[in-house]
T-cell receptor, first 113, second 117 residues
Framework: ELKVEQNPLFLSMQEGKNYTIYCNYS?????LYWYRQDPGKSLESLFV???NGAVKQEGRLMASLDTKARLSTLHITAAVHDLSATYFC?????????????WGAGTKLIIKP | KAGVTQTPRYLIKTRGQQVTLSCSPI?????VSWYQQTPGQGLQFLFE???????NKGNFPGRFSGRQFSNSRSEMNVSTLELGDSALYLC????????????????FGEGSRLTVL
C-alpha cells in the first residue's frame, strides 16, 4: 500500500528565512505533485514532477524529485507572508487501471512578518 | 477558460437525508475525480470517472456513489447521511485519468462544504 508522509506538518517561520518541506513515499511512482491550499479555499497546482532529478522553480518555491530515495522536497527561499498556506504533496499509486492519487497530510506553513 | 465549477458551495443536511453534489469540469477535460477533505482524515479519494465510466473507487461505503454524463459533468450522491460525512467535497478535472500517459495534473473546484446535523 502506497503511503505518503510529509514533514513537518506544521511550520512557523519568519519572513526572509529559507526552509524545506519533505515528502516521502513508500513505493515506486513515476510522478509527484505539489499543491497549495489557502484557508477555506480549494487546491492550486504548483508543480508536477515526472522524472528522477526533476527540478522546477516558480518564484520563491522550488521542488525537486529523487525517485531512488522516494523523496521530494519543496524549498522556500526568502519566505514572504503571502506564501502562508497548507502545502500538499501527492503521488500516483496503483496497478493496472486502478490508479489514484495518494495525498500527504499537508504542511501548514505560517510566515510571520 | 472557465475552471471547475461545483454546486452547491454550501449545504446543511440532517442525518438520514441524502445529498447530490455537482461538478462541471474544465472544457475538454474528460476525467473527473472526487475527494473528501476533513481535518481528521485529510484528503481522501472517493472515485474517478473517465468517459462516463468509473475507473477507480476509494475505500468508502456504498452510500457514496457517483456518475458522469456524456458532457463530462459529474455528480456524486451520498445517501443516509451520517454526522461523519460533514466535510469539504472537492471535485477535480484532468485531461486524462490518473496513471495515464498524460501528466494527470488535477484542477480543483472550490468545493462543496457539507454540514450534517
Amino acid at each position: 500500500e502506497l503511503k505518503v508522509e510529509q514533514n513537518p506538518l506544521f511550520l512557523s517561520m519568519q519572513e526572509g528565512k529559507n526552509y524545506t518541506i519533505y515528502c516521502n513515499y513508500s513505493t515506486t511512482s513515476d510522478r509527484l505533485y505539489w499543491y497549495r491550499q489557502d484557508p477555506g479555499k480549494s487546491l492550486e497546482s504548483l508543480f508536477v514532477l515526472l522524472s528522477n532529478g526533476a527540478v522546477k522553480q516558480e518564484g520563491r518555491l522550488m521542488a525537486s524529485l529523487d525517485t531512488k530515495a522516494r523523496l521530494s522536497t519543496l524549498h522556500i527561499t526568502a519566505a514572504v507572508h503571502d506564501l502562508s498556506a497548507t502545502y500538499f504533496c501527492a503521488v500516483v499509486g496503483g496497478t493496472g487501471s486502478n490508479y489514484q492519487l495518494i495525498w500527504g497530510a499537508g504542511t501548514k506553513l505560517i510566515i510571520k512578518p | 477558460k472557465a475552471g471547475v465549477t461545483q454546486t452547491p458551495r454550501y449545504l446543511i443536511k440532517t442525518r438520514g437525508q441524502q445529498v447530490t453534489l455537482s461538478c462541471s469540469p474544465i472544457s475538454g477535460h474528460r476525467s473527473v475525480s472526487w475527494y473528501q477533505q476533513t481535518p481528521g482524515q485529510g484528503l481522501q479519494f472517493l472515485f474517478e470517472y473517465f468517459s462516463e465510466t468509473q475507473r477507480n473507487k476509494g475505500n468508502f461505503p456504498g452510500r457514496f456513489s457517483g456518475r458522469q454524463f456524456s458532457n463530462s459533468r459529474s455528480e456524486m450522491n451520498v445517501s443516509t447521511l451520517e454526522l461523519g460525512d460533514s466535510a469539504l467535497y472537492l471535485c477535480a478535472s484532468s485531461l486524462a485519468p490518473s496513471g495515464g500517459a498524460e501528466t494527470g495534473e488535477l484542477f480543483f473546484g472550490e468545493g462543496s462544504r457539507l454540514t450534517v446535523l
